[in-house]
């Protein structure tokens, strides 16, 4: 089965490996800490100091697996690989958004298109594999496209491509 690559920026890489540096070197000595803490107390049957350490040393070291994994996978997006006046990973896009119902009016938004480790819906930071991501990829300026998201149908009308 072929491996699929995760997109994402340059940021999105230096967040990653920011995330995955601070959960092996400081994270993770804190909940061995936090461990050898709750062992001083006693029985540990009935020590729930311990078991939440446990539990959260369990979170550290899955959430490290995950990135390690991620990690593995990346793909950073070359700018010299992307075409210059279509929407692609990276292009913050202002669109005309039509109404959904009659009583709605048009409304312009932007979006910046990120790889889906780096969405953000409610900064308008939006994954490539979203409803809207899917329907912007590789569009132009003056294109209309729909996106077929949760909520109905989203016409939308591309007005401009930063890349």
Do not use: C, W
Not at 4 to 20: A, C, M, P, Q, Y
Not at 57 to 78: N, P, S, T, W, Y
Not at 86 to 111: Q, T
């Amino acid at each position: 089965m072929p491996v699929k690559h995760i997109i994402v920026t340059e940021d999105g890489l230096k967040k990653l490996r920011d995330e995955f540096n601070y959960l092996t070197t400081v994270r993770r000595k804190e909940v061995i800490e936090a461990i050898k803490v709750a062992r001083s107390f006693g029985d540990l049957t009935e020590n729930s100091e311990y078991d939440e350490a446990k539990s959260e040393q369990a979170k550290v070291e899955a959430k490290i697996a995950e990135l390690e994994e991620k990690l593995k996978h990346v793909r950073v997006i070359d700018e010299s690989e992307l075409s210059g006046d279509a929407a692609h990973v990276g292009s913050r896009v202002k669109v005309l958004i039509y109404p959904m119902d009659e009583d709605d009016e048009e409304e312009e938004i932007e979006y910046n298109i990120v790889g889906s480790t780096e969405s953000d819906p409610l900064n308008r930071r939006i994954s490539d594999q979203s409803p809207i991501g899917r329907a912007l990829i590789g569009r132009k300026v003056g294109d209309e496209t729909i996106a077929y998201t949760p909520a109905g149908e989203l016409t939308m009308k591309i007005l401009e491509i930063d890349n």
